[in-house]
């Protein structure tokens, strides 16, 4: 039961709907923070990585949570599709770089294919006009562990190499939001 209401508690937090966020047209925040992919640190740049193409990027509640699980294995397998596409993807949570890199190890869910990114204070994500919410006393991750940092609402920003904002995607379930992701990159081919 305690489990079962932990699991509630998270899929409600990492459900909530884009309740205010920057919008199609506007420029994106550059921003520069600890990243990880395939388990190794390294300093992540918006700005130096739009000079490659689009990026993608999605913010979401937290490591090892049911949504976020799910959302990071769909980037991950789609991973291919959005290279084709000359797009990036960066994953930006509140969780730490040393969480991340479990996370972006995982072979269930960033797959050494996804970066993410840490923005353990929410600076980013409040750069983004997104929500963040503290802490939730006695949550846990879908591993066991307890949380102890904020969660930024689940929402995906498509920036276009000279960095406006192409779409923002909120509200939706997280294999929705991976695929109208994919979608909007291919439509800036």
């Known amino acids: 039961m305690k489990k079962t209401l932990t699991g509630l508690l998270i899929a409600a937090i990492v459900t909530l709907p884009a309740l205010a966020a920057l919008e199609a047209g506007i420029a994106a925040p550059k921003f520069e923070a600890r990243a990880s992919l395939a388990g190794k640190a390294f300093d992540y740049s918006l700005g ?54 479990d996370f972006s190890a995982d072979p269930e869910y960033c797959a050494d294919k996804l ?39 689940r929402t995906t920003f498509v920036v276009t190499p000279d960095g406006a904002i192409a779409e923002t995607i909120g509200g939706l379930s997280p294999m929705e939001n991976v695929q109208k992701s994919l979608e909007s990159v291919q439509r800036l081919e």
């Open 48 to 101: 130096d990585a739009l000079e490659a193409g689009p990026v993608v990027v999605y913010f979401y509640p937290s490591a090892y949570t049911s949504g976020c699980n799910i959302q990071a294995h769909e980037f991950a397998v789609n991973m291919d599709k959005f290279t084709a596409a000359g797009a990036s993807v960066i994953g930006v949570s509140l969780d730490s770089i040393e969480r991340l890199n």
């Open 115 to 153: 970066a993410v990114a840490s923005d353990a204070s929410g600076e980013i994500a409040r750069s983004f006009d997104l929500t963040v919410r503290d802490a939730r006393e006695g949550a846990k991750d879908s591993r066991g562990v307890a949380l102890n940092h904020g969660f930024a609402e």
